[in-house]
């Protein structure tokens, strides 16, 4: 069994920052990309950053130049770095990754998720 485990959300003012960590433990044999998305009330939930294994970063337009992601992959473990935060990055934040176990095949996995909430 695969589990993320997420921790870092909280409350904080417009233009300040937060970092949001991911873990995954259990039957992992190795871990292809990792991400964080997103979801506000009433909406879909969107990307806002990934990361390969080798290190390649894609993010949504949105958050280009204020989000950072990052990985160590000896830890299984995913980070994202949230500055200049805005209002309208309030949502709830979750981790996701696709995964190599004892399955023998890929699978996506989801942490629980974390709630951001940034106030103007």
């Known amino acids: 069994q695969v589990q993320l485990v997420e921790s870092g959300g909280g409350l904080v003012q417009a233009g300040g920052s937060l970092r949001l960590s991911c873990a995954a433990s259990?039957?992992?044999?190795?871990?292809?990309?990792m991400g964080w998305y997103r979801q506000a009330p009433g909406k879909q939930r969107e990307l806002v950053a990934t990361?390969?294994?080798?290190?390649?970063?894609s993010y949504a337009d949105s958050v280009k130049g204020r989000f950072t992601i990052s990985r160590d992959n000896a830890k299984n473990a995913v980070s994202l770095q949230m500055n200049s935060l805005k209002p309208e990055d309030t949502a709830v934040y979750y981790c996701?990754?696709?995964?190599?176990?004892?399955?023998?095949?890929?699978?996506?996995?989801w942490g629980q998720g974390t709630q951001v909430t940034v106030s103007s």
């Open positions: 996701n990754a696709n995964i190599y176990g004892y399955s023998g095949s890929f699978r996506n996995y």
């Open positions: 259990g039957s992992i044999i190795s871990i292809n990309t």
């Open positions: 990361i390969t294994s080798r290190g390649s970063t």
